[in-house]
Nanobody
């Protein structure tokens, strides 16, 4: 059973930074990994993705502020979030594509106070 465990969420003031981590287990080879977020009253938003080779894609709303990276040896994906804004408040979920199927973590809350 593939498992994804996110850590690193919390409460931060606007302008601050947080780093999220997501460790995948029982996976074998992982293809694309990514982060999405879901804020109350809004649709889930794909924040960033990264391929096995390191190619990245970001939502316009986070470009220049967030950086996604991964450690393939550790099956871990990271999201460095800088210059956080109140609109970044959401539950953040990591995802991993394993053998053509998407798996999701349980989510970690990020709250940005203004």
């Amino acid at each position: 059973q593939v498992q994804l465990v996110e850590t690193g969420g919390g409460l931060v003031q606007a302008g601050g930074s947080l780093r999220l981590s997501c460790a995948a287990s029982n996976t074998g080879s992982i293809n694309c990994m990514g982060w999405s977020r879901h804020a109350p009253g809004k649709q889930r938003e794909l924040v960033a993705t990264i391929t096995t080779g390191g190619s990245t894609h970001y939502a316009e709303s986070v470009k220049g502020r967030f950086t996604i990276s991964r450690d393939n040896a550790k099956n871990t994906v990271y999201l460095q979030m800088n210059d956080l804004k109140s609109e970044d408040t959401a539950v953040y979920y990591c995802s991993a594509n394993v053998r053509g199927r998407d798996y999701w973590g349980q989510g970690t809350q990020v709250t940005v106070s203004s």
